[in-house]
């Protein structure tokens, strides 16, 4: 067990709805970063968040959008939802900002189904 | 081209082997290797990590960095059934936006 979860775990929902996803980070954790797992596609970076600020941007679409909270929890809200969006979305966690050797530790993963 | 090329696999070797696990990566940038491992509908977990080039051991896993032809091996000795998992490498240089580059995984079954 990382220490990092996530919820929900299963989501299943329709084309053009939104929803949002949960992550509590790692107490004392001050990064929290979010990743799309498909199968043809591999693990992707979305976004960071440091202390309740934007940190690092990777490929995350204009229809998602993160923040992060005082509590330092984290939500990702997806919107207009595509079926290309189905996959597993994870949330990790890590002490510092993210340089050099800060680990990230990864929670369970959302599963997230568009039909 | 990706920054950082693995092969899916899957590998599938016998107990006991010694498996090895490669990427390759374009960015000389790099200063920082890692391996994660990802069980079936688990998160991935963080094996071993390198700065620069060299080996590191930790039990029975070595992790290899070859700086000059940009190549990054793990090597598992006497690998065991509860190795089958995906391995992950990921690549990341320091600078004010520091994130991991990763590669998209190689699936490893090992074989009782």
């Known amino acids: 067990d990382s220490g990092v979860t996530q919820t929900p775990k299963h989501l299943i929902t329709a084309t053009g709805q939104r929803v949002t996803l949960r992550c509590s980070p790692r107490?004392?954790?001050?990064?929290v970063y979010w990743y799309q797992q498909s199968l043809d596609q591999g693990l992707q970076f979305l976004i960071q968040y440091y202390n309740g600020e934007e940190r690092a941007k990777g490929n995350i679409l204009e229809r998602f959008s993160a923040q992060q909270f005082p509590d330092l929890h984290s939500e990702l809200n997806l919107s207009s939802l595509e079926l290309g969006d189905s996959a597993l979305y994870f949330c990790?966690?890590?002490?510092?900002?993210?340089?050099?050797?800060?680990?990230?530790?990864f929670g369970p993963g959302t599963r997230l189904t568009v039909l | 081209q990706k920054e950082v090329e693995q092969d899916p696999g899957p590998l599938s070797v016998p107990e006991g082997a010694i498996v090895s696990l490669n990427c390759t990566y374009s960015n000389s940038a790099f200063q920082y290797f890692m391996w994660y491992r990802q069980y079936s509908r688990k998160g991935p977990e963080l094996l071993m990590y390198?700065?620069s080039s060299g080996n590191k051991e930790d039990g029975r896993f070595t992790a290899q960095v070859d700086k000059s032809s940009k190549y990054i091996s793990l090597f598992i000795r006497d690998s065991q059934p509860s190795d089958s998992a995906t391995y992950l490498c990921a690549s990341a240089y320091m600078d004010s936006n520091y994130q991991l580059i990763w590669g998209a995984g190689t699936k490893l079954i090992i074989k009782p």
């Open positions: 990790a966690s890590s002490e510092e900002a993210g340089e050099g050797t800060d680990t990230q530790y």
């Open positions: 390198t700065y």
């Open positions: 107490s004392g954790d001050l990064s």
